[in-house]
């Protein structure tokens, strides 16, 4: 298992969109449910979506719902999440987080604490 290595964060204005993706460094994610994160210095880590082994399930924070999305692409072993008509309260350090997943799993771990590989972070800024 690689350690999950995060992109794509950045600077933009309340309404535009980002993406950002998730790539293992020396292994793979084919394997593993995989999860975004992010942590909020007034609330701490909080789920924000999450897609089982196989990209079959996929979960969403009530907060980003219908505007954030989560997929993977085995073939490349990235997963990504795309973020649209971004707030200024989706200012906050983005973690991907990766968890050794069976074969016919189909589940998605909004836990922070089943992750067993984590990224270091990207940081997406909102501004108003």
């Known amino acids: 298992q690689g350690q999950p290595v995060e992109s794509g964060g950045g600077l933009v204005q309340a309404g535009d969109s980002l993406r950002l993706s998730c790539t293992p460094s020396?292994?793979?994610?084919?394997?593993?449910?995989v999860a975004w994160f992010r942590h909020v210095a007034r609330s701490g880590r909080e789920f924000i979506a999450g897609?089982?082994?196989?990209?079959?399930?996929?979960e969403y924070a009530d907060s980003v719902k219908g505007r954030f999305t989560i997929s993977r692409d085995n073939a490349k072993d990235t997963v990504y999440l795309q973020m649209n008509s971004l707030r200024d309260e989706d200012t906050a350090v983005y973690y991907c987080?990766?968890?050794?997943?069976?074969?016919?799993?189909?589940?998605?771990?909004?836990?922070?604490?089943?992750?067993?590989?984590w990224g270091q972070g990207t940081q997406v800024t909102v501004s108003v």
């Open positions: 987080a990766a968890k050794s997943s069976p074969f016919t799993d189909s589940s998605v771990y909004r836990l922070s604490s089943r992750y067993d590989y």
């Open positions: 020396g292994g793979t994610f084919t394997a593993h449910a």
């Open positions: 897609i089982s082994r196989a990209g079959t399930s996929t």
